[in-house]
C-alpha cells in the first residue's frame, strides 16, 4: 500500500540553527499537508501545498512541494524553543477518501 | 468556540471491560476518524466517517466499532480490549468528506488497558 515516509525521525539543534524535515511518497500526491504536535497536544494544521513546484511561507517556516509531486519539505529557519514537537506531513491514500500520516520528525531545540 | 471535543483524556482499564470515548464536535462537520498514534508508528486511522450513518474502516479497524447516528458525535467503542490497545487515540473532523479538507484534533485520549 501507499507510505508516506518522513526523516530524520529526530533532529536535535541549538536555538538559532536551522532544521529541515522531508516527507516522500511512495506514489504521486495530489496535495500535501502538514502539522505540527506539541508535547502532550494535539495535531494542528499547519498549511497544505497542491501545485507541483510549490513554495509556501509561513513567518520562519517554509514549505516545498516537489516538482513530481510525490516530496516535500518543511524548513524552519533559526529555530526558538517555541518550534518544539513533531511535525507530520500527510497525503491523500490513493483511491481512498483518507489521509494518510507519515511517521513524523521529533524536532528538540536546545536553549 | 470551534473544536473537537474528546472524553475521557485519560482512561486505564482492564482486558475485556468495554468501554467508549465519546467524540463531538461544534463544527458541522461532515467528516470524522479515530486515529491511534504509538511511537515510531505515526498516526494510524482506525475508523472514518464520511457522514451521518456512513462509516468505513481504516487502517487499523481491528477490536474497535464506532457509529455516527448524529453529525456531531462520533464514539469509539471498544467491546473487549486488550492490552495492545494501550496508545493515544485522537478523533479528528474536517469540513469535507475529502482529503483536501484540513483535519481538526481533539485533544486526544490516553488509554492504558492492563
Known amino acids: 500500500g501507499q507510505q508516506v515516509m518522513q526523516i530524520p525521525q529526530y533532529q536535535h539543534v541549538q536555538e538559532g540553527e536551522d532544521f529541515t524535515t522531508y516527507c516522500n511518497s511512495s506514489t504521486t500526491l495530489s496535495n500535501i499537508q502538514w502539522y505540527k504536535q506539541r508535547p502532550g497536544g494535539h495535531p494542528v494544521f499547519l498549511i497544505q501545498l497542491v501545485k507541483s513546484g510549490e513554495v509556501k511561507k509561513q513567518k520562519r517556516l517554509t514549505f516545498q512541494f516537489g516538482e513530481a509531486k510525490k516530496n516535500s519539505s518543511l524548513h524552519i529557519t533559526a529555530t526558538q524553543t517555541t518550534d518544539v514537537g513533531t511535525y507530520f506531513c500527510a497525503g491523500p491514500g490513493g483511491a481512498t477518501n483518507k489521509l494518510i500520516f507519515g511517521t513524523g520528525t521529533l524536532l528538540a531545540v536546545q536553549p | 468556540e470551534a473544536q473537537v471535543t474528546q472524553n475521557p483524556r485519560y482512561l486505564i482499564t482492564v482486558t475485556g471491560k468495554k468501554l467508549t470515548v465519546t467524540c463531538s464536535q461544534n463544527m458541522n462537520h461532515e467528516y470524522m476518524s479515530w486515529y491511534r498514534q504509538d511511537p515510531g508508528l505515526g498516526l494510524r486511522q482506525i475508523y472514518y466517517?464520511?457522514?451521518?450513518?456512513?462509516?468505513d474502516k481504516g487502517d487499523v479497524p481491528e477490536g474497535y466499532k464506532v457509529s455516527r447516528k448524529e453529525k456531531r458525535n462520533f464514539p469509539l467503542i471498544l467491546e473487549s480490549p486488550s492490552p495492545n490497545q494501550t496508545s493515544l487515540y485522537f478523533c479528528?473532523?474536517?469540513?469535507?468528506?475529502?482529503?483536501?479538507?484540513?483535519?481538526?484534533f481533539g485533544n486526544g485520549t490516553r488509554l492504558t488497558v492492563t
Open positions: 466517517s464520511m457522514n451521518v450513518e456512513v462509516t
Open positions: 479528528a473532523s474536517s469540513l469535507l468528506a475529502s482529503y483536501n479538507s484540513p483535519l481538526h
